[in-house]
């Protein structure tokens, strides 16, 4: 095990009606003069908005609103949040939403009390302050709630690119499930691919000697396993909304990654398909993730044959534990088949002939990337092949 | 599930030489005058209080000492605390060591802003102010280093009663699994004991649909099963110990038991052996727990035969659930002597004879406690008896 930093200061309040909290616990975190930051129409159709106005309301906080967060969040509206909380002297953001409302938040809260380009730090510069940010969570997915980290999309360019820091971990998040219940099977089945996609990130390691976050990664994925379908069939299932909801944020404070190296390839080649075709990025994820895992089993066959034991249930092959390790994998993209996602470059809408582009977008020349198991250029375009036609289906 | 809050801010810094770093986050957390809390002459002789002084002078961090804390830590030693911290001005107090020590730091923490006697916060008072407290971890065992409870022992009249608040929750943890490399056998294993049983009070509850956390504790378990026995045959085993010490810490942040029914009846019953007969909380707990599980497992069959399956690696007896439940039991006996730790009453010294002041000091009268199954006070003497020469072994 590696020696690891690890802090998750977020005061997570989960479960029914906890939205009508959201004025108390920002005034328990200082907040006077709230940027409401949200996405759609959804959340002012389904009557959320307004509940949470009337608590801040409630405890004499003021706000401004700000709508209009489209998936793969835009940098253009982050322009205009941080020159919107300039101008209204804003001390505190809430997210209302999910993943890109939280991230486009983030983004905002780090440019505010920054001189520069906001950019700057989704191109790796740290940030030294930022206004407190908390959320009231609508989608299981990103597991943003609970992260220092956010993915912006610079519209002029298609360029999707990560930023950290603990200054942008949620000061609270309020989880009420109930809140998921609305979503449609697709998207459902998109946060379960991302919520999944951010444990296998840091399950496939080089690092040994880690049982208890294989383990807690492993209580992850089999909980997404047992919960997802069931909301697949029945959306408004409010224990299986409850159990997913939970299982994301676990997903990615990082209690079940730290003390490992982690590889975070899958996420870095998706971005590259959701930036280009503005696909969902839980989609791109069940397209790549069983690609990477089809080029990279090789690396680690005992990994990927406890993988196939311990999360799919597989018996493992004594005399063959290979076999053992592509039935895991085979395990994996059936599961993503039967909650509805996407498989190949077709199913996504996505082009062979864009290989190449989608390679020199991701931009690492001649050098490589990656944890567990560090990749060219060649080796990316390999695996956007595999996923035109894969073999383990 | 039901609605829950999850709060656990503490930073914890994991891995080698990890105490060098102990002025750096005093610094960080707002100390300028410590109090550094530590218990007998293991802390001095191995040269940690020193690091640790040095560390803090390197920041110019002033300290005051007081060493002394006992396993069931005082009162008495409270109380000195209190008066030494008033007297000097102390405004950060830095336990170093295991549970004992963390939870007299944190009585004293809530005891020095507090006009009255600091026991009120032992009989349910909730505190409004406590100094800030963090820990340098020595034993893998209470998870006192992130959570927001305390221990106390009163010195005279043998009560042994908990307090809470997230107030008392560290700021920082450091944690070195080197520094418990020389913790004998025995003790490592009463460490263990308690790991698990922290798992196990929240993993047999009423709340149903609560798959997450049901994984997580398992992790948890599983963990610990495939760990303690490779400590115990080698101490000096760095990876081994930091498994555990790392799955010591997720057990009792309570992320594995929010949204549940918890039960907590073997804590409060072992306590009355420890407090009486100054026995270690784990080993009191390897004779208690598996007592209280024969004595309750009827309540729910199935989640005992899950616990055999998932955790003991049971086969499930589809004919007759009840034979895997009871095998599960057996096997956290088996597991529990293995690793040296006693079964039944006369094992741990303690006596028959001395079981009606046991239930009396319990002292719930013709009230009932406890989370799963509630408890009378015959009950609880029919769990004592069963200590006494238990059947599942």
Same mark, same amino acid.
């Given at each position: 095990?590696?020696?690891?930093?690890?802090?998750?200061p977020t005061e997570f309040v989960?479960?029914?009606?906890?939205?009508?909290?959201?004025?108390?616990y920002?005034?328990k975190h200082?907040?006077?003069?709230?940027?409401?930051?949200?996405?759609?129409?959804?959340?002012?159709?389904?009557?959320?908005?307004?509940?949470?106005?009337?608590?801040?309301?409630?405890?004499?906080?003021?706000?401004?609103?700000?709508?209009?967060?489209?998936?793969?969040?835009?940098?253009?509206?982050?322009?205009?949040?941080?020159?919107?909380?300039?101008?209204?002297?804003?001390?505190? %953001?809430? *997210?209302? @939403?999910?993943?890109?409302?939280? $991230? &486009?938040?983030?983004?905002?809260?780090? =440019?505010?009390?920054?001189? /520069?380009?906001?950019?700057?730090?989704?191109?790796?510069?740290?940030?030294?302050?930022?206004?407190?940010?908390?959320?009231?969570?609508? %989608?299981? *997915?990103? @597991?943003?709630?609970?992260?220092? $980290? &956010?993915?912006?999309?610079?519209?002029? =360019?298609?360029?999707?690119? /990560?930023?950290?820091?603990?200054?942008?971990?949620?000061r609270f998040s309020?989880?009420?499930?109930?809140?998921?219940?609305?979503?449609?099977?697709?998207?459902?089945?998109?946060?379960?691919?991302?919520?999944?996609?951010?444990?296998?990130?840091?399950?496939?390691?080089?690092?040994?000697?880690?049982?208890?976050?294989?383990?807690?990664?492993?209580?992850?994925?089999?909980?997404?396993?047992?919960?997802?379908?069931?909301?697949?069939?029945?959306?408004?299932?409010?224990?299986?909304?409850?159990?997913?909801?939970?299982?994301?944020?676990?997903?990615?404070?990082?209690?079940?990654?730290?003390?490992?190296?982690?590889?975070?390839?899958?996420?870095?080649?998706?971005?590259?398909?959701?930036?280009?075709?503005?696909?969902?990025?839980?989609?791109?994820?069940?397209?790549?993730?069983?690609?990477?895992?089809?080029?990279?089993?090789?690396?680690?066959?005992?990994?990927?044959?406890?993988?196939?034991?311990?999360?799919?249930?597989?018996?493992?092959?004594?005399?063959?534990?290979?076999?053992?390790?592509?039935?895991?994998?085979?395990?994996?993209?059936?599961?993503?088949?039967?909650?509805?996602?996407?498989?190949?470059?077709?199913?996504?809408?996505?082009?062979?002939?864009?290989?190449?582009?989608?390679?020199?977008?991701?931009?690492?020349?001649?050098?490589?990337?990656?944890?567990?198991?560090?990749?060219?250029?060649?080796?990316?375009?390999?695996?956007?092949?595999?996923?035109?036609?894969?073999?383990?289906?």
């Open positions: 095990m590696n020696n690891f930093q690890f802090y998750s989960f479960g029914k009606d906890t939205e009508n909290q959201a004025g108390l920002v005034k200082g907040g006077t003069n709230v940027l409401i930051h949200y996405g759609g129409g959804s959340a002012v159709k389904s009557g959320l908005l307004d509940r949470i106005k009337k608590s801040l309301e409630k405890e004499n906080i003021s706000y401004t609103e700000l709508g209009g967060v489209k998936p793969n969040p835009r940098d253009t509206l982050v322009y205009e949040g941080i020159k919107l909380c300039r101008e209204k002297n804003i001390d505190f %953001i809430l *997210a209302v @939403g999910g993943g890109s409302v939280i $991230d &486009s938040s983030k983004a905002i809260a780090m =440019g505010v009390p920054y001189e /520069g380009d906001f950019w700057d730090f989704y191109c790796g510069k740290k940030p030294e302050k930022a206004l407190p940010v908390a959320t009231v969570l609508t %989608i299981a *997915a990103a @597991g943003s709630e609970g992260s220092g $980290d &956010s993915v912006i999309t610079k519209e002029n =360019g298609n360029l999707k690119r /990560g930023a950290g820091s603990d200054l942008i971990r949620p309020i989880m009420n499930p109930q809140l998921t219940c609305t979503l449609p099977p697709y998207q459902t089945a998109c946060g379960a691919t991302d919520i999944m996609a951010h444990v296998f990130e840091r399950y496939f390691t080089n690092t040994t000697e880690v049982e208890i976050t294989d383990r807690l990664c492993e209580a992850v994925l089999l909980t997404m396993i047992k919960e997802t379908p069931r909301v697949i069939a029945n959306p408004e299932n409010y224990d299986a909304r409850a159990n997913i909801m939970w299982a994301g944020t676990v997903a990615h404070t990082n209690i079940v990654g730290v003390g490992r190296e982690q590889d975070w390839n899958s996420h870095g080649i998706e971005h590259e398909l959701s930036a280009l075709y503005d696909c969902a990025h839980g989609a791109g994820l069940a397209v790549i993730m069983p690609a990477w895992m089809e080029f990279v089993y090789k690396h680690n066959v005992l990994r990927f044959a406890q993988a196939a034991v311990r999360v799919w249930g597989c018996q493992m092959n004594f005399e063959n534990p290979e076999n053992t390790a592509r039935e895991g994998i085979k395990c994996f993209r059936r599961f993503l088949h039967e909650i509805g996602m996407p498989l190949t470059f077709a199913e996504l809408g996505a082009r062979e002939e864009d290989i190449p582009a989608l390679v020199e977008k991701f931009g690492i020349g001649d050098g490589k990337t990656g944890g567990f198991v560090k990749l060219s250029a060649k080796d990316i375009e390999n695996i956007y092949k595999i996923a035109v036609s894969p073999e383990l289906i």
